[in-house]
């Protein structure tokens, strides 16, 4: 395979494989990051346009790792969508050390790490976009969010500066700021530990009800076109209507 | 006092706790201490509760039982 490719993390489930499986439905070329070989495997594998990486974001290498993939099978960087991330809720007293750096690792560091990368030339293509994922968390004062809030700021921190060194070059970077989206992800957390009673009172504060993959998809891949092009450095807030509540 | 009665003693913030202690009777008791226990019983004994679960624990016993070590 040569040409450009869209880098997709988090693509084994939930946001980031309602990406890649649109991007791959329409022809193009798409390296699927996520940490389970044998789930990429099973979604990708049957596709000729798409690079399974196995990677996981936390370790030390997985930048360089997520860039060989890229390189041994593509010119350039034409995308990147930021999806990977976990929550781990915990009241400030009982936040651990380590727990707070995996979310760093995965949520901003990486990024930070990867746009280094992609401000190279030989690395993205003229008209590359990048979209990172972030959270209302990051703006609400939800109790026992601290950590993935504060991982989930750094995501927006990084989002201007490195908009405005990548524009002169012709690379944009956005932001989705997520609501309640119904993944796996809320699956397994908070939604696992709520009644459907609990589960309802907090989709009553969402007009347009919880997000899903695909209506993120869809404003992702907004701003990965070039309906976007005059747009960057800019947070979009996806919440179904919920700060109007 | 055993480990278990240390930990909690810690979340609730109080010099010490005895198993027949009504965990919603320390002082400045709120929803975000009882998520506190939740999570210390994630983290230390991998015992997943629901809020359903936990709210018909009463005493540190109870909460011992759940996650499955002696208080």
């Known amino acids: 395979m040569s040409g450009a490719c869209t880098v997709v993390t988090g693509a084994s489930s939930g946001i980031g494989a309602a990406v890649a499986t649109r991007l791959l439905a329409r022809g193009e070329n798409v390296v699927a990051v996520a940490r389970r070989a044998d789930v990429l495997a099973k979604l990708y594998g049957d596709s000729p346009n798409a690079v399974c990486a196995a990677v996981d974001l936390e370790s030390p290498d997985a930048t360089a790792r997520v860039t060989a993939a890229v390189k041994e099978r593509f010119d350039n960087v034409r995308g990147f969508v930021h999806a990977a991330g976990f929550v781990s809720p915990a009241p400030l007293g009982l936040v651990q050390d380590e727990t707070a750096h995996r979310l760093f690792s995965v949520h901003a560091l990486f990024p930070l790490q990867f746009l280094g990368w992609l401000a190279k030339r030989p690395n993205h293509a003229d008209d590359a976009a990048a979209v990172l994922v972030s959270s209302l968390a990051a703006h609400e004062g939800d109790c026992g969010n601290a950590a993935y809030a504060a991982a989930k700021g750094a995501v927006e921190g990084l989002l201007r500066p490195a908009a405005a060194e990548l524009a002169p070059r012709g690379v944009r970077v956005n932001a989705v700021v997520l609501g309640v989206v119904d993944t796996p992800m809320a699956q397994g957390s908070w939604m696992a530990r709520c009644t459907p009673e609990q589960i309802d009172a907090r989709r009553a504060r969402y007009p347009l009800g919880f997000g899903t993959p695909e209506k993120v998809a869809d404003v992702i891949d907004f701003f990965l076109g070039e309906t976007s092009a005059w747009v960057t450095g800019q947070c979009l807030v996806a919440d179904g209507g919920h700060q109007l509540t | ?71």
């Open chain 2, 1 to 71: 006092m055993s480990q278990f009665l240390e930990r909690v003693a810690g979340v609730l913030e109080m010099p010490s706790v005895t198993p027949d202690f009504a965990l919603r009777s320390t002082p400045g008791w709120g929803s975000l201490m009882g998520f506190a226990l939740i999570i210390m019983l994630e983290q230390e004994y991998h015992v997943k509760l629901t809020v359903e679960e936990f709210l018909k624990l009463e005493t540190v016993a109870d909460l011992a039982n759940a996650a499955g070590v002696n208080a």
